[in-house]
Nanobody
Framework: QVQLVESGGGLVQAGGSLRLSCTAS????????MAWFRQAPGKEREFVAA???????YYADSVNGRFTISRDNAKNTVYLQLNGLKPEDTAVYYC???????????????????WGQGTQVTVSS
């Protein structure tokens, strides 16, 4: 059974940093696109960042330059470094994995087959 487990969320002041982790079990994802999405209360889940099997990275305009996605295939883990946090970054952050291999990462939720349970990030002003 495939599982994605996120960790690293928490409460931080504006301007602060957090590092989110997502560890997969049940299969390896070294040839798969991985991504982070987030969902704020009352809003739809939105794309944050993605990383391809070739380690190409993609970001939403709202986080580009502040967030960094990376992966460690040996640990079957993807990371999201969040710097310069703003109150509008407050959301539940979800890790996602594409079941297809060797693809260019998408920005839509339907393009991902596996999801974690989410980790809360709260940024106070």
């Amino acid at each position: 059974q495939v599982q994605l487990v996120e960790s690293g969320g928490g409460l931080v002041q504006a301007g602060g940093s957090l590092r989110l982790s997502c560890t997969a079990s049940g299969r390896t994802f070294s040839r798969n696109a991985m991504a982070w999405f987030r969902q704020a209360p009352g809003k739809e889940r939105e794309f944050v960042a993605a990383i391809s099997w070739k380690v190409s990275t993609y970001y939403a305009d709202s986080v580009n330059g502040r967030f960094t996605i990376s992966r460690d295939n040996a640990k079957n883990t993807v990371y999201l470094q969040l710097n310069g946090l703003k109150p509008e970054d407050t959301a539940v952050y979800y890790c996602a994995a594409d079941d297809s291999i060797l693809t260019i990462p998408g920005r839509a939720t339907f393009e991902y087959d596996y999801w974690g349970q989410g980790t809360q990030v709260t940024v106070s002003s």
